[in-house]
C-alpha cells in the first residue's frame, strides 16, 4: 500500500511525493505514539470495567453480567472498545489487557453475589491472540486462586472464527476449561461461518445469537424464522440461549415466545460501573422482600 501510494506519488511529481510521505510518517508516528500510550495506561489502570445486565427472560432478574472495557482516558474521556481494541491487539496488548479484565471482575463477582446470592456469573469476552494460548488456563486459574473465586462465577465468550480456524485445538483447549470448571458460550452467534451442526461437538454452554438477528424481530420474517431456529437447535443440544442487543419490547416479548433463555441489551441496561450495577442487585433485592 505504501509502496503504491509512493509509486503514484512520485509519477505527480516531486510535491506530491513528500506530501505523500510525510502523511504516511505522520501515520506511523501516531500509531507508535497511541501503542506507547496504551501501555502506559495499562501501566496506569486507567482501563475500567463496565457491566452489562444478563437477564432471565421469564423471571426479569438479573442473573450475570458480561464484563465490557472501557479506558477512562485522562484527556479524551471515555472511550469505547472499538477506539482501541483493533490497537491494542496489533501491539500485543491483549493478554494484559484481558488479566487485567478478569482481576476487576474476580474483585467485583465476590460483591456481586454478596449482595444477590443468585447472581451468577460475570462473563469475560477473550479475543483469539489469548484463546490461542496455551497458557491461558493457567494464568486465568492463578487469578481466580488468588481472589478465592470459585470456576463456577466466570465465563468465558468465544466468538465462532476463534473456534473454527482451528477445531481440532479449540476443542481440546475448550474441554480443558470446562473440566476446570469455567462456563463457555459462542459470542456473536450467527455472524461466523460455523454451522448449527458443529454445536454439537463444541463443549460449551450457551450461544449469544447476535445483535444484527435482534434487530428487525418480529418484522423482518427471515430473522423471526432465524432466532426460532437457533434456540430450538441450541435447546435439542441441551444450550442456554441468550439474545444480544435487545432495545424494544416487541423484541423481548418475541423471545419470551420462542422460550430464549436470557437477554442483554439497552432495553434493560447499558453496560454500567460495578457501584452502578451493585446498586441495581441490591433494588431487585429490596423489591422482592416487599
Ligand atoms: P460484544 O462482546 O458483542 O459486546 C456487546 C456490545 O454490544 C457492547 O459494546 C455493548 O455495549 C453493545 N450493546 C449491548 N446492548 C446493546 C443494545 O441494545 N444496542 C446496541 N446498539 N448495542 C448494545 P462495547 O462495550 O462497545 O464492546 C464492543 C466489543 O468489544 C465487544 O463486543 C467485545 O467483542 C469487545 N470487548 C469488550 N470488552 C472486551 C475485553 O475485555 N476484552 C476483549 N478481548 N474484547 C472486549
Ligand atoms: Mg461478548
Ligand atoms: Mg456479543
Ligand atoms: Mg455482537
Redesign the pocket.
Known sequence: NADIAMYRAKNKGKDNFQFYASEMNTHTVERLAFEARLRKALERREFVVYY?PKVSVETGLIVGA????RWNHPERGLL???DF?MLAEEAGL?PR??ML?LDVACRDVLNFRQLDSRFGRIA????GS?FNDHQLLDEVRSVIDFWRVPANAIEF?ITESMVMHNREQAIILMDGFKEAGFTLSI??FGTGYSSLAYLKRFPVDSVKVD?SFIKDIPHNPNDTAIVLAIVAMAHTLGLKVIA????APTQLSTLREFQCDEY????FS??ISAKEFASLLQKQVMVERV
Not at 469475560?124 to 479475543?127: A, F, V
Not at 444480544?244 to 432495545?247: L, Y
Open positions: 452489562q458480561e464484563a465490557l472495557v469505547y472498545p472499538n481494541i491483549i489487557l484481558g479484565v469475560i469476552n477473550l479475543s489469548q465468550e459470542d456473536d445483535r444480544e442487543g435487545v432495545d442483554q441489551g439497552f432495553f447499558k453496560a
